[in-house]
């Protein structure tokens, strides 16, 4: 007898024989497996089918396409077949609930680089970043726009807009009465006007030219110049005319800003002629002088020029009618002014 059926009397009794059907028990004895399980024996019919577990071992079949398996307590295997959606619930994960759905402009403000500066938007979805100064970031904390004034070092007058708030404006108490400039306290000072008097008589005749005596006044390069002529005139005749230009003297030059001349009759007492400069820089006109020395006629002559050259600017009169004088009296009645 070999060692192994001597062993086998022994422990097992030789009344019993092992199989390849045949499985040995705790108890040392050999047993047939139920119908239905053990080795060869499975519950699983198709592809992708589970081997799982109830009561006795089971078969869960492959889901739909595009499903997740998922634990389920309620389920006979504990296990199911889950849409998308139904897991996205189970995990909070709910698109527009629980999570935020894709949008462009998000995606572009996370693409821009904050560190760069402050984020602002440059079109649909677009987002930039613009740098962010201290002295920006001082004016953005501030609770509201008084505190903002001061950050800009603005005085109470840029909010109020009142007079009154102004710092060194000019007192206008005593000048809200008298309205004279003189009045106004911290006003600029105005050149004064600087007066001289026509003293020699002039006469131009047979159409020539003639310098008006005392006419010319004295002008610096660089600088602007307001200067007024009035002159007392009169004619051999009533119906002779004059005309006035201006000249420069010394090398004296200037760009002409305005120039005009207005003159009234004595007699008819109306305005004879009022123009501004002519060809070659002189006033035209008829009829402003009166035929007799007792009426004399007023001729006002203005100029406004901006010196380029030092020299001098006068006057020059001329007759309109050939063989009839006319004349600027030098009697003190005729004066020149001027504003630097």
């Known amino acids: 007898m070999s ?10 009794g030789a009344q019993e024989s092992p199989s390849t059907t045949t499985f040995l028990r705790g108890d040392l004895t050999w047993a047939t497996p139920p119908s239905g399980s ?5 519950p699983l019919t198709t592809k992708g089918d589970l081997y799982t577990y109830s009561t006795a071992d089971a078969r869960l079949g492959i889901g739909a396409n595009d499903t997740i398996l998922m634990a389920d307590s309620a389920a006979a295997t504990g296990n199911k077949w889950a849409t998308p959606a139904t897991v996205r619930t189970a995990l909070s994960l709910v698109v527009g609930t629980n999570v935020q759905a894709y949008d462009a402009g998000l995606a572009s403000l996370t693409a821009a680089d904050a560190a760069a500066g402050l984020p602002y938007v440059t079109g649909p979805n677009t987002w930039s970043t613009a740098t962010l100064t201290a002295a920006g ?22 909010s109020s807009g009142a ?24 006003a600029p000072s105005v050149p004064a006007m600087t007066y001289g008097a026509i003293s020699t008589t002039s006469t131009s005749s ?3 030219w003639t310098a008006i005596t005392g006419s010319d006044v004295t002008i610096a390069s660089g600088s602007k110049y307001y200067i007024r002529w009035m002159l007392s005139a009169y004619a051999a005749a009533a119906t002779t005319g004059h005309r006035t230009r201006r ?10 800003l305005s120039f005009h001349t207005i003159a ?32 004399k006629g007023l001729v ?5 020029i901006e010196c380029t050259a030092s020299g001098t600017i006068g006057l020059e009169l001329q007759s309109e009618v050939n063989a009839s004088a006319v004349t600027v009296d030098g009697d003190g009645s005729s004066w020149v002014a001027i504003r630097q």
Do not use: C, K, M
């Open 3 to 12: 060692w192994w059926a001597t062993l086998r009397t022994l422990f097992i």
């Open 38 to 42: 053990g080795p060869g024996s499975s």
């Open 163 to 186: 007079y009154a708030d102004l710092s060194g404006r000019p007192t206008l108490a005593a000048v809200a009465t008298s309205g004279a400039y003189s009045d106004l306290t911290g």
């Open 137 to 158: 970031l001082a004016l953005l904390d501030d609770a509201d726009a008084a505190a903002q004034r001061t950050t800009l070092g603005l005085a109470t007058v840029a």
């Open 264 to 295: 009234q009759s004595a007699a008819a007492a109306t305005v004879g002629h009022s123009s501004r400069e002519g060809t070659n820089g002189f006033s035209p006109g008829t009829g402003a002088a009166t035929s007799t020395t007792t009426a």
């Open 300 to 304: 006002l002559v203005e100029a406004l």
């Open 206 to 208: 047979n159409t020539t």
């Open 247 to 256: 000249v420069f003297g010394g090398g004296g030059a200037a760009t002409v």
